[in-house]
C-alpha cells in the first residue's frame, strides 16, 4: 500500500509561482506512475501532468504547459510541481496519486489511479 503526503500550496497573486510536493511513504515509486490533478469547486478533476518514476518521462495538459513542471527526487522519494505563471484559473484542490506503470490504462484518467494524496489548495488571486 502506498501513502501519499502532500505538502505546499497556498495563495498567490496572478503571475506567481507555487510548488506542491508529494512523497511517499510505505514504499517506493518504483513502477509507478505519478499522477497531478486538479479539481475547482463545481468542476471535475482533471489530469495536469504525470510522471514514470522509473523513466523520468512527463505529460502534461495542454493548458498548464511551458508553465508547470513536474519533477522527481529519487533520494527522498518525492515527486514535485512547480507551478509558475499562475492564473485565477489555476485555482483548484491539487491531488497527487499514482498507478502502476504496467497495468495498460490511461495515465490520463483519474479513474485509474488507486492511491491519492490528501489534495493541496492552490488559490491563485487576479
Known amino acids: 500500500q502506498v501513502q501519499l503526503v502532500q505538502s505546499g500550496g497556498g495563495l498567490v497573486q496572478a503571475g506567481g509561482s507555487l510548488s506542491v510536493s508529494c512523497a511517499a511513504s510505505?514504499?517506493?515509486?518504483?513502477?509507478?506512475?505519478v499522477g497531478w490533478f486538479r479539481q475547482a469547486p463545481g468542476k471535475e478533476r482533471e489530469f495536469v501532468s504525470r510522471?514514470?518514476?522509473?523513466?523520468?518521462?512527463?505529460d502534461y495538459a495542454d493548458s498548464v504547459k511551458g508553465r508547470f513542471t513536474t519533477s522527481k527526487l529519487n533520494a527522498e522519494n518525492t515527486v514535485y510541481l512547480q507551478m509558475n505563471s499562475l492564473k485565477p484559473e489555476d485555482t483548484a484542490v491539487y491531488y497527487c496519486?499514482?498507478?502502476?506503470?504496467?497495468?495498460?490504462?490511461?495515465?490520463?484518467?483519474?479513474?485509474?489511479?488507486?492511491?491519492w494524496g490528501q489534495g493541496t489548495q492552490v488559490t491563485v488571486s487576479s
Open positions: 496519486a499514482v498507478k502502476n506503470k504496467y497495468d495498460g490504462r490511461s495515465s490520463n484518467d483519474h479513474l485509474n489511479y488507486g492511491w
Open positions: 510505505g514504499r517506493t515509486f518504483f513502477n509507478y506512475i
Open positions: 510522471i514514470s518514476w522509473n523513466t523520468g518521462s512527463l
